[in-house]
């Protein structure tokens, strides 16, 4: 799950990007607003973190922009102020949900949570697959009952390939929504990545999930 | 009592004591002047009587038939007449009082003696009211006769009376008519005053953007319309001020708050090693001291409008002081290869607190170095123009924006640049400034261009008497 979070003050930007990296989700920072907006038109994210108070383009017009463009991406808005015109008027320009400054990060997490869940059609809170489940939560992990450990990358990149079941899935469609702008498309990072997953979820059984699709990428399904 | 009801009332009041007065002068001129002619008339008829008696020589009339084709107006049944001999007895009457008994009174009797004419006004039992004119006879200093004409006042009281009724019938009817009238007429001119009443009640219970609609006359009404909007207006203004104001306050003590929150919080979600500690608890003393700046400086200001803070008026050699303002600011140029030049120094001593001088330099020096370009140049001048100390602080940074800067000393503001350039700014600064520019009775101005820098000029007017 890729996020951008376009937060003008430094810091708050920066701890919101490192526990959302800790949450294994991958996260692009934008302090500006003008150049956020850019980046939720140009980047397929699944979620923007959009603060209200922006230099050189307030938040409501990054809203806009963003559901002019039809990009149909939740939005959770950040506001400094208590007022409820402002809570009102970012929904209304098209905000799924909102955190008034200051916030807890469990909230913030779990808000991130109930949104991704609600971007893909009636998927409830666990995500499952013949016997391979997954809690966005816990991040728990478990096949046929047992528990699997797994690193951040993995586990972000076994969400996705969860979340999209039955689709195929290219590989820059993977980098996109699994690693932040900074990731280099040109290595093979993302193969190795599936590997370490194969390895972990479909070594020594007789069901394999994890499909490679010839010259296109991966796909996870029950058969 | 409501102001309708009491307006009527004393209208009501003033209006019965005119028609009161107007009507009793009425009567009593009606009255009056109705007696005058009956007494002119009866005088008439007595000199004729009088004119007749002498052509005859004085002698008694008796024969009636006579008498009355003499004198046609002694046959009027409204009159009638009798002669007197001097000792009082009837001489002679006419008919038309034959069946009564009207003797002469002992005052005309006595006046008669006199030689003088008298008008009485009589009532006889069994008799209406009678209006008589005795008129003595002299002849060669003897009374001779007393001739006296009388008529009834049957018609004069009538007329009075009638005159009475219709008063006493009018009057209140007039009054009534009237207050209702005044009360109709209190009502419609009070009416745009319960429209004001209602718009205030209205915007007593917080409904600020409420006005009144402006009656098209310019009466007492649409004035106090149009101030009573104006107050709203002033007060509409200073509310979204103080609005914006909080607002402004609680967002920049939130953003602390947050990163403090928020740090913390990640901190805690794990173990960590200990650098990662330290850098939270670093970063969380960083946001500690800009809320501890905040909260100081909006403590200041707040004491500033309360009028508590305490302003020494001594002199202060202001040449002495931008020198060392100089020397302090080129120690923090130096950390950001900043070059601070003081250009020009003259001798001179304003009036004022030379502590809160000097913040206000260092301010604007700490400003200038702040957002000067690494390697620039922050100019400062210190010139005397028409009686006034000019201070100017120059430096070629990043600018402020044309329609930013009639905004720059307002409380919190701050342009997107400076946001963007300095994390540490509180935003209070330059209100500071301004305030301790004011209360020197002083000026401060920016003259800036976006990207080319900007110059801060203070005008401090100079101490009168040199120290």
């Given amino acids: 799950m890729r996020i951008l979070v376009i937060e003008d003050e430094t810091k708050v930007g920066c701890f919101i990007k490192r526990a959302l990296e800790e949450e294994s989700y991958a996260v692009d920072l934008c302090e500006d607003g003008a150049k956020g907006l850019q980046m939720a038109l140009n980047t397929n994210y699944d979620l923007l973190i959009v603060d209200l108070m922006l230099p050189s383009l307030p938040g409501l017009e990054i809203l806009k922009g963003v559901r002019q463009a039809r990009i149909q991406t939740p939005i959770l808005i950040l506001t400094a102020q208590s007022q409820v015109d402002q809570r009102v008027k970012g929904l209304d320009a098209g905000a799924d949900d909102y955190l008034t400054k200051p916030f807890a990060i469990d909230e913030l997490l779990a808000r991130i949570r109930a949104l991704l869940r609600r971007g893909s059609t009636d998927s409830p809170g666990v995500l499952q697959i013949d016997d391979l489940s997954l809690n966005p939560a816990t991040r728990e992990v478990t096949r046929g009952g047992l528990r699997i450990d797994l690193t951040l990358k993995e586990y972000a990149l076994l969400e996705y390939l969860m979340r999209h079941t039955g689709r195929v899935l290219t590989r820059p469609m993977i980098s996109e929504h699994v690693w932040n702008q900074d990731f280099d498309t040109f290595t093979n990072v993302i193969d190795v990545y599936v590997n370490y997953l194969r390895n972990k979820i479909d070594r020594g059984r007789s069901k394999k999930l994890i499909h490679t699709i010839r010259g296109s990428g991966y796909m996870l399904k029950a058969d | ?467």
């Fill in chain 2, 1 to 467: 009592m409501p102001l309708r009801l009491r307006l009527t009332l004393w209208y009501g009041t003033a209006l019965a004591l005119i028609l009161f007065i107007f009507s009793s002068i009425l009567y009593v001129i009606t009255a009056r002047s109705l007696r005058d002619a009956v007494d002119q008339s009866l005088e008439e008829t007595a000199a004729a009587a009088v004119r007749s008696l002498e052509e005859r020589g004085f002698l008694p009339l008796i024969d009636e038939d006579e008498l009355m084709s003499q004198f046609p107006e002694l046959a009027r049944i409204d009159k009638f007449f009798q002669i007197f001999s001097p000792s009082g007895t009837i001489t002679i009457r006419s008919p038309n009082v034959k069946q009564h008994e009207m003797p002469l009174s002992r005052q005309a009797l006595e006046v008669a003696y006199s030689g003088r004419t008298l008008f009485e006004s009589a009532k006889y039992p069994k008799e209406p009211p009678l209006r008589l004119i005795s008129v003595p006879i002299i002849y060669r200093g003897n009374l001779l006769y007393i001739v006296q004409v009388g008529t009834t006042m049957d018609s004069v009281e009538q007329t009075l009376n009638r005159l009475l009724l219709v008063l006493l019938v009018s009057m209140p009817i007039a009054l009534a008519v009237s207050l209702a009238g005044g009360w109709f007429m209190a009502g419609r001119a009070l009416r745009p005053v319960d429209a004001i009443t209602l718009a205030a009640q209205r915007i007593a219970g917080g409904d600020l953007t409420q006005r009144l609609t402006v009656p098209a006359s310019a009466d007492e009404i649409g004035r106090l319309t149009n101030t009573f909007n104006d107050m709203i207006d002033r007060l509409e203004t200073s509310f979204r001020q103080i609005r914006q104001f909080s607002s402004d306050a609680s967002h920049e003590l939130r953003t602390p708050l947050t990163v403090m929150k928020g740090e913390t919080e990640l901190a805690l979600r794990r173990p960590r090693e200990t650098d990662d500690y330290i850098i939270v608890l670093e970063s969380n003393l960083e946001e500690i001291d800009r809320m501890t700046r905040i909260v100081d400086e909006l403590l200041f200001l707040s004491r500033a409008d309360m009028g508590e803070v305490k302003m020494e008026h001594l002199p202060v050699p202001l040449d002495a002081l931008v020198e060392d303002v100089h020397r302090q600011a080129s120690l923090l140029g130096q950390e950001r290869n900043i070059q601070v030049v003081l250009n020009a120094t003259t001798s001179a001593v304003v009036s004022g607190d030379e502590l809160r001088l000097r913040e206000l330099f260092l301010n604007l020096v700490d400003n200038a170095v702040k957002y000067s370009r690494p390697g620039g140049t922050v100019d400062i001048a210190l010139t005397i123009e028409q009686n006034h100390a000019r201070v100017s602080i120059t430096d070629r940074g990043i600018g402020i924006a044309q329609e930013d800067q009639p905004r720059i000393f307002d409380r919190f503001y701050r342009t997107d640049d400076a946001r963007a350039h300095t994390k540490k700014g509180t935003g209070l600064g330059l209100s500071i400034c301004a305030w301790i520019v004011e209360s020197h009775r002083g000026r401060i101005e920016v003259q800036s261009k976006i990207g080319e820098g900007s110059t801060f000029t203070v005008m401090l007017p100079l101490a009168s008497t040199p120290a």
